[in-house]
């Protein structure tokens, strides 16, 4: 069964400081992992998406992530925080080999950016 | 933007009622999903359909029911609300890859 785990439910940073975000998994098959943002109020945006192309992936706004299959690992990192950056994040599995392409989504992190 | 959309965004109503959420696409993707959003949760899969007619079920179906009569509407019902069922309610489409996105969400009280 397919589950993820982020390990921290709140996250503080300073603006121009680095974001470190956590997430593992678990998945019976070879998963797709995903990070997803969602401001205050509104609704989700895929912020990116690894799908066994390459273990760094690139996303939006200056996000990447690593997928680490021996940690089952897919951490979220930004070098610098903006003030923008403050909502809550999401990671997301989904299994290749699950014909619903349902998602499993983790409880979330909120990310609080300090002035 | 996906092309999706959801009607109602806001609805108060009270328990016993029933109620009906849609979601509508534009851009003819065969998978559609329902989630809801409570906290502490993230978003839980209610109902999903593969095509016209064609649904399954969520980890958390009970109490909802879901029907797809055209490929770019999927309509969750409430047969009977309650205050459980309080919550945001995410539909979202699946794209040739796996990638879903999601409509702006329906927020909904139970009272």
């Known amino acids: 069964a397919q589950s993820v785990t982020q390990l921290d439910s709140h996250v503080s940073v300073s603006e121009g400081t680095p974001v470190l975000l956590r997430c593992n998994y678990s998945s019976s098959y070879s998963p797709s992992l995903f990070w997803y943002v969602q401001h205050p109020n509104k609704g989700l945006q895929l912020l990116l998406k690894y799908t066994s192309a390459a273990t760094l992936v690139k996303g939006i706004n200056g996000f990447e992530a690593e997928f680490k299959k021996s940690e089952t690992s897919f951490h979220l990192t930004k070098p610098s925080a903006h003030m923008s950056d403050a909502a809550e994040y999401f990671c997301?599995?989904?299994?290749?080999?699950?014909?619903?392409?349902?998602?499993?989504f983790g409880s979330g992190t909120r990310l609080l950016v300090r002035p | 933007d996906a092309g999706i959309t959801q009607s109602p965004r806001h609805k108060v109503t009270e328990t016993g009622t029933p109620v009906t959420l849609r979601c509508h696409q534009t851009?003819?993707?065969?998978?559609m999903y329902w989630y809801r959003q409570d906290p502490g949760h993230g978003l839980r899969l209610i109902h999903y359909s593969y095509g016209v007619k064609d649904t399954d079920k969520g980890e958390v179906s009970d109490g909802y029911s879901v029907s797809r009569s055209k490929t770019e509407d999927f309509l969750l019902t409430l047969e009977s609300a309650t205050s459980s069922q309080t919550s945001v309610y995410f539909c979202a489409i699946k794209e040739d890859t796996d990638t879903q996105y999601f409509g702006p969400g329906t927020r909904l009280t139970v009272l």
């Open positions: 997301v599995v989904s299994d290749l080999g699950d014909s619903s392409y349902k998602l499993i």
């Open positions: 851009e003819n993707h065969r998978y």
